[in-house]
Protein backbone atom coordinates (compact mmCIF):
# COMPACT_ATOMS: atom_id res chain seq x y z
CA UNK A 1 0.00 0.00 0.00
CA UNK A 2 1.18 3.19 -1.05
CA UNK A 3 -0.27 6.67 -0.20
CA UNK A 4 -0.05 10.25 -1.05
CA UNK A 5 -1.15 13.15 1.06
CA UNK A 6 -2.89 15.74 -0.92
CA UNK A 7 -4.88 18.08 1.68
CA UNK A 8 -3.99 18.56 5.66
CA UNK A 9 -5.94 21.02 7.73
CA UNK A 10 -5.57 21.51 11.74
CA UNK A 11 -7.00 23.39 13.55
CA UNK A 12 -7.22 23.31 17.46
CA UNK A 13 -8.13 19.95 18.50
CA UNK A 14 -9.01 18.62 15.28
CA UNK A 15 -7.53 17.69 11.93
CA UNK A 16 -8.23 16.03 9.02
CA UNK A 17 -6.31 14.70 5.55
CA UNK A 18 -7.16 14.04 2.29
CA UNK A 19 -4.95 11.50 0.50
CA UNK A 20 -5.14 9.09 -2.71
CA UNK A 21 -4.46 5.33 -1.48
CA UNK A 22 -3.38 2.81 -3.96
CA UNK A 23 -3.43 -1.28 -2.77
CA UNK A 24 -2.09 -3.99 -4.93
CA UNK A 25 -4.50 -6.59 -4.55
CA UNK A 26 -5.10 -10.24 -5.64
CA UNK A 27 -8.18 -11.06 -7.19
CA UNK A 28 -10.13 -14.13 -4.90
CA UNK A 29 -11.86 -15.20 -8.19
CA UNK A 30 -8.72 -15.49 -10.48
CA UNK A 31 -5.61 -14.16 -8.90
CA UNK A 32 -5.04 -11.75 -11.20
CA UNK A 33 -3.36 -8.64 -9.69
CA UNK A 34 -4.65 -5.59 -9.72
CA UNK A 35 -4.00 -2.09 -8.36
CA UNK A 36 -6.73 -0.12 -6.45
CA UNK A 37 -7.37 3.19 -5.96
CA UNK A 38 -9.05 5.14 -3.31
CA UNK A 39 -9.75 8.89 -2.01
CA UNK A 40 -9.31 8.49 1.57
CA UNK A 41 -11.20 11.18 4.23
CA UNK A 42 -9.49 10.96 7.96
CA UNK A 43 -10.79 13.09 11.05
CA UNK A 44 -8.61 13.01 13.46
CA UNK A 45 -9.30 14.61 17.67
CA UNK A 46 -6.60 15.61 20.04
CA UNK A 47 -7.18 13.43 22.91
CA UNK A 48 -4.77 13.69 26.01
CA UNK A 49 -2.10 14.96 23.91
CA UNK A 50 -2.16 12.16 20.73
CA UNK A 51 -4.03 12.57 17.96
CA UNK A 52 -6.68 9.79 17.21
CA UNK A 53 -8.64 8.86 14.13
CA UNK A 54 -12.48 9.44 14.92
CA UNK A 55 -14.01 9.26 11.04
CA UNK A 56 -12.56 7.48 8.09
CA UNK A 57 -14.43 7.43 4.70
CA UNK A 58 -13.16 6.29 1.56
CA UNK A 59 -14.34 5.28 -2.33
CA UNK A 60 -13.01 4.14 -5.42
CA UNK A 61 -11.56 6.05 -7.96
CA UNK A 62 -13.20 5.92 -11.40
CA UNK A 63 -10.71 4.42 -14.30
CA UNK A 64 -9.12 6.86 -16.31
CA UNK A 65 -11.79 7.60 -19.09
CA UNK A 66 -14.83 6.16 -17.72
CA UNK A 67 -16.06 9.71 -16.89
CA UNK A 68 -16.18 10.68 -20.64
CA UNK A 69 -17.74 7.73 -21.76
CA UNK A 70 -20.59 8.03 -18.51
CA UNK A 71 -21.39 11.44 -20.46
CA UNK A 72 -21.53 9.95 -23.65
CA UNK A 73 -24.52 7.99 -23.01
Known amino acids: ???QV????VAADLACTVE???WDVSLASTGAAVTIE???TQVYRR???SWKLI???ADRLAPKGSVDAMAEK
Open 6 to 9: LATH
Open 1 to 3: MSS
Open 38 to 40: LRV
Open 47 to 49: EEG
Open 20 to 22: LER
Open 55 to 57: HRH
